[in-house]
Each structure stands twice: as structure tokens, then as C-alpha cells.
């Protein structure tokens, strides 16, 4: 049982670069999120998913696209990576009220 | 977007001693949860409280929902070296059974401990 893992760990884009961030999970949860963690400002809500095939914005959705093709993953897409989104991102998956989240991805904008 | 205001920003306390952190916000909430965040790694619960006023422990760590519902408080006693990190308070208000699960952060309380 691995919990939530996230792909990659690491990842340097130049601007405009496209790239997508990939959160599995093994728990058969059915909601599943993707926060961004900034210094001072906590973690905030990218975008979720409440069940396969279903997505919804959450607070800083901007400039962000998601896909739940399947339960268990749930991808994020940087369509035209701004330096704006240098963030570390943050996966979590639950079933009821308990997140559990991934290691994280550190992604730098150049 | 709303976030929960958190304090301390930052602690620095020795080895032993008692830790007290709280997180407010504007709107109610009906369920706290403290995480704990190590470095280079995500967020992990370790107190998720329920109901006003409840007061919950899990070993050297308590923590309250306030009678409010807009606050919580974290506690930690005789601190040791793998209380370093940084402590996030989350609040969440469910609207349904069926209704999304969003939590809003605090801006955590980072736990230095001075040898």
C-alpha cells in the first residue's frame, strides 16, 4: 500500500513550457486534490476531483487543467508554464474528511 | 481566497518545553485538523476535531475545537527533537454527505527547536 505518490519529484520548465503532473493513488478514494505551496501563504486549492470523470475549480485554478480518467489518478496540466507557478504541489487524496497527501513536486519556472 | 490566520509564524523553544499555536478565522467551520509537515515531504494529520469545544489528544499533543467554531488551539508538551517542522491547522465545513471535502489552510507555525 503506497498511499498517494506523485511524478515527478523534481522538474525545471523555461516559460511557456508545457508539462503534467501525475498523483496516484492505491487507497480507492474517491475525492483526490491538487494544492500549491508557496512560502508564508500555506496550501491552496488548485483544483479536485469528487469521483472518476469529475473536476472542479478550487481557489487558484488558473492557469491549471486536471483530468480524472481514472479513480485512482489524477493528473495536472501546466499548459504554458509561467514563472508565477514556481510552487512545490501537493496531491492528497480522501475519503471522508482525511486528506492524506503525497510527497510533493518541486517544480521551478525559469 | 479565504486562508485561516495562524500563530506564531515561527517558534523557537528548547528542548522540554510546552508549545501552544492557534489558528482563527472569519467563518465557521465544522472540523478542524492540525498536520505536521516535515521537510520535503507533504502534510500528515495528527488531530482531527469534530464537534465545538471538543478537546482531543494524541500523546504529548492536544488540541481544541473552539466553542466558537471559528478557532482551534494545538498544544504540545515536553517538546523533543522530532517536533521540528511546520504545523498547519485546516478547517472544513461540509455542506452535504455528498458535498466536497475543500479545506482551507492556515499559514503555519514553524516549530524550531534551539539545542
Known amino acids: 500500500n503506497a498511499g498517494v505518490t506523485q511524478t515527478p519529484k523534481f522538474r525545471v520548465l523555461k516559460t511557456g513550457q508545457s508539462m503534467t503532473l501525475l498523483c496516484a493513488q492505491d487507497?480507492?478514494?474517491?475525492?483526490m486534490y491538487w494544492y500549491r505551496q508557496d512560502p508564508g501563504m500555506g496550501l491552496r486549492l488548485i483544483h479536485y476531483?469528487?469521483?472518476?470523470?469529475?473536476?472542479a475549480k478550487g481557489e487558484v485554478p488558473d492557469g491549471y487543467n486536471v483530468s480524472r480518467l481514472k479513480k485512482q489518478n489524477f493528473l495536472l496540466g501546466l499548459e504554458s508554464a509561467a514563472p508565477s507557478q514556481t510552487s512545490v504541489y501537493f496531491c492528497?487524496?480522501?475519503?471522508?474528511?482525511?486528506?492524506?497527501f503525497g510527497p510533493g513536486t518541486r517544480l521551478t519556472v525559469l | 481566497g479565504q486562508q485561516l490566520n495562524q500563530s506564531p509564524q515561527s517558534m523557537f523553544i528548547q528542548e522540554g518545553e510546552d508549545v501552544s499555536m492557534n489558528c482563527t478565522s472569519s467563518?465557521?467551520?465544522?472540523?478542524w485538523l492540525w498536520y505536521k509537515q516535515d521537510p520535503g515531504e507533504g502534510p500528515v494529520l495528527l488531530i482531527a476535531?469534530?464537534?465545538?469545544?471538543e478537546l482531543t489528544s494524541n500523546g504529548r499533543l492536544t488540541a481544541q475545537f473552539g466553542i466558537t467554531r471559528k478557532d482551534s488551539f494545538l498544544n504540545i508538551s515536553a517538546s523533543i527533537p522530532s517536533d521540528v517542522g511546520i504545523y498547519f491547522c485546516?478547517?472544513?465545513?461540509?455542506?452535504?454527505?455528498?458535498?466536497?471535502?475543500?479545506?482551507?489552510f492556515g499559514t503555519g507555525t514553524r516549530l524550531t527547536i534551539i539545542p
Open positions: 476531483s469528487v469521483g472518476e470523470g469529475t473536476t
Open positions: 467563518s465557521i467551520f465544522n472540523t
Open positions: 485546516a478547517g472544513q465545513l461540509l455542506v452535504s454527505n455528498f458535498g466536497n471535502e475543500k479545506l482551507t
Open positions: 487507497m480507492n478514494h474517491e475525492y
Open positions: 492528497a487524496s480522501s475519503l471522508s474528511d482525511t486528506q492524506y
Open positions: 476535531l469534530y464537534k465545538a469545544g
